[in-house]
Nanobody, 122 residues
Framework: QVQLVESGGGLVQAGGSLRLSCAAS????????MAWFRQAPGKERDFVAS????????RYADSVKGRFTISSDNTKNTMYLQMNSLKPEDTAVYYC???????????????WGQGTQVTVSS
């Protein structure tokens, strides 16, 4: 089992920044990919970014390229999402996920956190 706990969400004005954290515990070595997804009200859960463990190969959704940065600290079993130049359309619940393979869809990810709300005001 892998447990994931997100933190760092909040309310920010457009153009501002936030850093999300995802702390992993349990059998973390059993999963080689960590990712962030987000879900706005009434919409599907969309891929944001992923990172492989331990080689830190990253992948981003086109909508966040150049603004968001995913990283991980393997010594702390923690993944981060630095979000800059935030826009109102970034408003969503952000979830971290862990799985065995890189993917931009939710299906391969078998462990999920509870989510953290990010609200960007205009």
């Amino acid at each position: 089992q892998v447990q994931l706990v997100e933190s760092g969400g909040g309310l920010v004005q457009a153009g501002g920044s936030l850093r999300l954290s995802c702390a992993a515990s349990g059998r973390t070595f059993s999963r080689s990919v960590m990712a962030w997804f987000r879900q706005a009200p009434g919409k599907e859960r969309d891929f944001v970014a992923s990172i492989t463990v331990p080689f830190s190969i990253t992948r981003y959704a086109d909508s966040v390229k150049g603004r968001f940065t995913i990283s991980s600290d393997n010594t702390k079993n923690t993944m981060y999402l630095q979000m800059n130049s935030l826009k109102p359309e970034d408003t969503a619940v952000y979830y971290c996920a862990a799985g065995p393979t890189t993917s931009a869809v939710t299906a391969p990810y078998d462990y999920w956190g509870q989510g953290t709300q990010v609200t960007v005001s205009s």
